[in-house]
DNA sequence: CTGTTTACGTCAGCCTTGTTGACTTTCCAA
DNA sequence: TTGGAAAGTCAACAAGGCTGACGTAAACAG
């Protein structure tokens, strides 16, 4: 393998792309997208006192409502004891509420309320937003690129919770 | 509106690549990859007792040897304070050179060492590793929509320096 | 020459968000 | 029934953002 995976008909075989300069560019594009990327949510966060952590947080429940705070640490990859700081404020807040397992009492199941449901949704048209533009401008053909090369740049495990939750409906 | 800006040739005029799931998904991937992509680094500099702060700061003294205290923060985009604890300890470790300017004194212009060019060298070989593998894996027609899309995503300003980088030689 | 602006550094203090360690409560298995 | 494992909480610390205030030296404008 190694023999440029799929190389359909743009570079060719000349491994152009992997050049050390190509990879430098790709390493400052991932640098000052990222920034773009947060821009937008962030902006709304501060406003409320809320910070990153909030909106992973409000993300990743508002995906699989009633998840435990155990599957969501695995997601966030952080300590629980970094998301339950995170957390009881949201609770604090009324913008998650977090109910006791019926089956196994040591469990807290979460979800998002109407509130919480509101700000996911402010915060995720703002992403989106930028998203949606860059999509536009770039075209099919890249996005479908974008989404290859990001896939394989995860790690195995996180990478497992990305498919996990599948594109669209099906 | 947003009658699909480029729209190659791939989805066509459906625009099936802007639904809300594949906003959605395109989002995620950006949480996961950026975690994949500053794990490599991240682990180099633990062990030194560096964070991503110093990891940036070398990064960006090493594209342009030199440069003043005031560029570096323009990219960072962080406060003088934040910069300069780091930058403090990186030149007390001897990383990290600070020369006054000879034209205007007031100005310091910042230069790698040589061990400073070694940790540099390891952690953007270690953070390259990563971008070849994806790089290959997903083949050179990804790479540039990968590109094309991460360019599109950024702000206007952080475009510019993006840009002011040129490509590899040319 | 004088006053203002610029570039840089520093001290102090705050906040978010990561960490580890110690502790309860609950479940389950021996 | 008892002991360990698992889920979650509380406490304390560190990194690295931030603001604000201040100091110094050099440049520049009048």
Redesign the pocket.
Known sequence: MAEGGGAGSAGGENLLFLTDEQLRKGIEAMFFAYRGFTADPDRILEAR??????HRAIHFINRQEGQ???TL?AML????????????TLIEDGLVE?RVGRK?????HLFLTEAGRALERSLTEAQRGRMRAAYRTAGPEAVAGFRQVLEAMMDPDLRRHYQSMKDGGS
């Open positions: 006192g809320y910070g990153r952590a909030h435990t705070v155990n640490l990859g952080v300590t629980k004891q970094s998301l339950n700081r995170v957390l009881r977090s196994d009492k040591r469990e807290r």
